[in-house]
């Protein structure tokens, strides 16, 4: 059986912790926190040279993230 949002917490990691799921795939939030430095290291054999954290919010709902947050969000092309 399926764990509410918010009871279920998972980390992994090799050397540290590298990634932190709160909730599951089919709960209402589910959110992802991960070491996008170690990412790069991984999938491109390329460190960027400084700590990088990404978080990410899956929601069954909609809600509200006002312009000012949104063009500071996209605005950042570090990685791109």
Same mark, same amino acid.
């Given at each position: 059986s399926e764990e509410?949002? !918010?009871? #279920?917490?998972?980390?992994? !990691? @090799?050397? /540290? @912790? $590298? #990634? @932190?799921?709160? !909730?599951?795939? *089919? #709960? *209402? =939030?589910?959110?992802?926190?991960? %070491? *996008?430095? /170690? $990412? /790069?290291i991984d999938k491109k054999q390329n460190d960027i040279g400084y700590d990088l954290w990404r978080l990410e919010l899956e929601s069954k709902e909609s809600f509200y993230a006002s312009s000012a947050l949104? $063009?500071?969000?996209?605005? =950042? =092309? %570090?990685l791109q």
């Open positions: 509410p949002s !918010g009871q #279920s917490k998972r980390a992994y !990691g @090799v050397r /540290q @912790v $590298e #990634s @932190v799921y709160f !909730g599951t795939r *089919k #709960s *209402k =939030n589910y959110i992802r926190l991960y %070491d *996008k430095r /170690q $990412e /790069q949104y $063009e500071k969000i996209s605005s =950042n =092309n %570090d």
